[in-house]
């Protein structure tokens, strides 16, 4: 007589604790090795803020190379930066966005310390931002990109009459906060223009962007 062979109760028990030891080891690891979304728009935001304002500065807007040569350089500067971004939501006119610093500059010295850049991050935690499609409030970003990023800011004059040099460069920036999760728990990063388009990365943008990032930081004295 034939005899039919298969697996024992205690066998099933055996392979079933394997595959569950398996599954604790592994799905960790899968998890850690699954990108982080904010991580990847912060990059994104951070490329993208650094091609746009070179696309904006050699573009006819500013033939000479200099923010601060065109009239309204503050509202020019928004609106040239956000036409060349898919934007769901433009308010560079409306008179009630979020200002950062009351509309003055960040001025950065390259002899202070890189812990000087926390102020900068300062400009852009100061305030609340609403999404305006949701929600009515009187702080408004200035726009907001397809990939709902929030951008604010943009509200500095580049005057030369207030210009302030070190070393007879100048170091008064423009603050632009970029929110990769609009109302979500991130917290903005701030980053400073200069009337002639370098970008200044604040403090906590350098610190993300050191985590796997290729890309060289610029300083201001290099």
């Known amino acids: ?25 592994l799905t960790p690891l899968i998890f850690n090795a699954a990108p982080d979304e904010n991580k990847l728009k912060f990059k994104k935001a951070y490329y993208t803020l650094q091609r746009t304002t070179d696309a904006v500065m050699n573009s006819d807007t500013y033939p000479e190379g200099d923010m601060s040569r ?18 769901m939501y433009d308010n560079c006119e409306g008179a009630n966005t979020l200002k950062v ?24 935690t100061a305030g609340q931002v609403k999404d305006p499609i949701t929600g009515a409030t009187s702080n408004l970003p ?25 070393n007879g460069i100048r170091t008064d920036y423009a603050v632009v ?11 903005a990063f701030a980053y400073g223009i200069r009337y002639d388009g370098k970008v200044l990365v604040g403090s906590r943008a350098r610190e993300w962007l050191k985590e796997g990032a290729n890309s060289v930081i610029h300083r201001e004295e290099e």
Request: aromatic share 14%; charged share 20%; hydrophobic share 40%.
């Open 177 to 187: 906060c970029v929110d990769v999760d609009g109302e979500g728990g991130e917290s």
């Open 70 to 87: 065109v009239s309204n350089p503050a509202k020019t500067f928004c609106y040239a930066f956000s036409d060349m971004l898919n934007t």
């Open 142 to 166: 200035k726009f907001i990109t397809q990939d709902g990023i929030f951008w604010w800011g943009f509200d500095f004059d580049f005057s030369p009459d207030d210009a302030q040099e070190h």
């Open 101 to 124: 610093n009351s509309g003055k500059a960040f001025v950065y010295k390259p002899d202070q310390s890189d812990t000087s850049l926390q102020t900068l991050d300062g400009y852009c």
């Open 1 to 25: 007589m034939s005899r039919k062979s298969g697996f024992t109760l205690a066998e099933l028990m055996i392979v079933l604790t394997i595959l569950g030891v398996v599954a604790a080891i």
